[in-house]
């Protein structure tokens, strides 16, 4: 399998809920992303990953939780959500070290009810 | 504050109708901008990259070019295929290394 892989694809919770998205990149890349795409507003950068290290983390509640265990795979861990936080979310990864193109997934489409 | 904005928010064309989708930004130190292209349901699939004034690339049917204000993705003779929403990019060096800037797209629709 190559490229950038999310799942689950669909993902409908309560508010009450915990759930967790995974990522998973076959690129050999060093830099993983979290952005949150909604309707007719820009892609939301959440976290970077570089080698594992968290570089960036974009003023994100702590409702949501990352985890890099390895370059490889990236994890959004969710809890207690918001009805607002229904969006799409996206995982991408680069190279590493700037000036790069993003390598996106197809994204988990999360409903929170 | 670095800022993009791209223009139209949406554009229907025939199948061979040519036209050009815009993206404007404002940004303390360009290092690249990035043109996306993005199918329903999917994740944005890169498309250029664009680095310093006067620098054009090509593919296909598509030519994006760039100047110190704004860039361009040129469409020549589209295909229904070429419906999607194009995603425009900034990185700037005052946003760190990671960072980008996003516009909101142009939903291109192209019919037969």
């Known amino acids: 399998e190559t490229g950038v892989t999310q799942t689950p694809r669909h993902l409908v919770m309560g508010m009450t809920n915990k759930k967790s998205l995974k990522c998973e990149q076959h690129?050999?890349?060093?830099?993983m992303y979290w952005y949150k795409q909604s309707a007719k507003k820009p892609l939301e950068l959440m976290f970077v990953y570089s080698l594992e290290e968290r570089v960036e983390n974009n003023s994100v509640p702590s409702r949501f939780s990352p985890e890099c265990p390895n370059s490889s795979h990236l994890f959004l861990h969710l809890h207690t959500l918001q009805p607002e936080d229904s969006a799409l979310y996206l995982c991408?990864?680069?190279?590493?070290?700037?000036?790069?193109?993003?390598?996106f997934g197809s994204g988990t489409q999360l409903s929170v009810l | 504050e670095d800022q993009v904005t791209q223009s139209p928010e949406a554009l229907r064309l025939q199948e061979g109708e040519s036209s050009s989708l815009n993206c404007s930004y404002t940004?303390?130190?360009?290092?690249?901008l990035f043109w996306y292209r993005q199918d329903p349901g999917k994740g944005p699939e890169f498309l250029f990259t664009l680095y310093s004034a006067g620098e054009e690339k090509e593919k296909e049917r598509l030519k994006a070019t760039l100047t110190k204000k704004e860039s361009f993705l040129h469409i020549t003779a589209p295909k229904p295929e070429d419906s999607a929403t194009y995603l425009c990019a900034v990185q700037a060096a005052t946003s760190g290394t990671y960072k980008y800037i996003f516009g909101t797209g142009t939903r291109l629709k192209v019919l037969a």
């Open positions: 940004v303390s130190g360009l290092r690249g």
């Open positions: 991408a990864s680069s190279p590493g070290g700037g000036y790069e193109k993003l390598f």
């Open positions: 690129l050999g890349h060093n830099a």
